[in-house]
């Protein structure tokens, strides 16, 4: 069995009226009941691991039944560190699977009523344009298990997973099953150019992005890249310019950089993303202008869908 612990507004509770192979789930409080139905609130349910804990998999069912009108969210973070988040409902539970390392970890479950995210409104625009609402979440099969995970965040279908790149960047994504496509959310703590590639063996020769630049929006392009000069970086044709709602967002105060895209994961002659390991590299430059320069930062990470 786990330990279970509840703090903030309000306290999770045990619940019958939605289940998944059981009696019992556990439901995030009804915030209505707090300082009016309008009111920022967080709750949390807590887990612990053990010291001696060996590794594994966070399994759980998880039912969102967020209202169309509410701009409530649910986020789990492992030490803090925000793995999953949800802004859509969902009509039936979910299967959920995350990979725990070994040792103590602090695993929160937290309910966000009428929480406004910077820029919220332009990154999810589906919940922007309607009004402060309330919904609530059920947990259901609730497990850790030790041994080698499944994968890392796995599946990210309900909601967006999120991957701190550096310091200053950040991606979210979802795998969007029925239409076979993936969403792609980039966020920089800055001003300049994004990129996001797709590569067959993690280098960035022969590989195919999506760059993105600093100009409010406008909307990021297809490139083949054929080497690491930037008269390299070659913007596909324009048949292959098929990215669905895409858009490059700047802010100020504070400055920020975003792109989005919607990416279909097989397209005729390009590197496919699969259901499995992908290999991902990003980037970033800095500065205002519509022409590529020298990346202030890279990377690469392992997307697994």
């Not at 793995?83 to 070994?102: K, L, W």
């Amino acid at each position: 069995s786990l330990l279970w612990s509840t703090s903030g507004d309000g306290s999770w509770f045990i619940d019958d009226k939605k289940t998944i192979g059981g009696s019992y789930s556990i439901r995030s409080p009804d915030m209505s009941d707090l300082e009016g139905f309008y009111s920022l609130a967080q709750s949390n349910a807590t887990i612990v691991t053990c010291t001696d804990f060996s590794g594994g998999s966070l399994l759980l069912n998880i039912l969102a039944g967020f209202t169309t009108s509410s701009v409530d969210f649910l986020s789990i973070s492992i030490d803090g560190r925000r793995v999953i988040t949800i802004v859509d409902g969902t009509e039936e539970f979910s299967t959920v699977s995350i990979q725990i390392s070994s040792g103590r970890h602090v695993i929160d479950f937290s309910y966000n009523q009428n929480y406004i995210i910077p820029n919220l409104s332009e990154l999810f625009p589906s919940i922007s344009d309607n009004f402060f609402g309330a919904g609530v979440v059920w947990l259901d099969n609730v497990s850790i298990t030790p041994g080698p995970a499944v994968a890392d965040y796995l599946p990210c279908l309900i909601g967006y997973c999120e991957i701190t790149l550096s310091d200053e960047c950040f991606m979210k994504y979802k795998l969007n099953v029925t239409e076979e496509s993936l969403s792609v959310e980039l966020l920089y703590n800055g001003i300049g150019w994004l990129g996001w590639a797709i590569s067959n063996d993690g280098a960035m020769e022969e590989s195919e992005a999506v760059i993105g630049f600093p100009v409010h929006g406008s909307a990021p392009q297809k490139y083949y890249l054929g080497g690491k000069s930037t008269s390299l970086v070659v913007p596909m044709e324009e048949d292959k310019q098929t990215l669905i709602d895409a858009q490059v967002m700047v802010f100020n105060d504070p400055d920020q950089t975003a792109m989005k895209f919607t990416k279909s994961l097989q397209e005729a002659n390009e590197i496919d993303i699969i259901r499995g390991d992908n290999s991902i590299l990003w980037a970033h430059g800095t500065g205002f202008g519509s022409e590529l320069s020298h990346h202030s930062n890279r990377g690469a990470t392992v997307l697994k869908l």
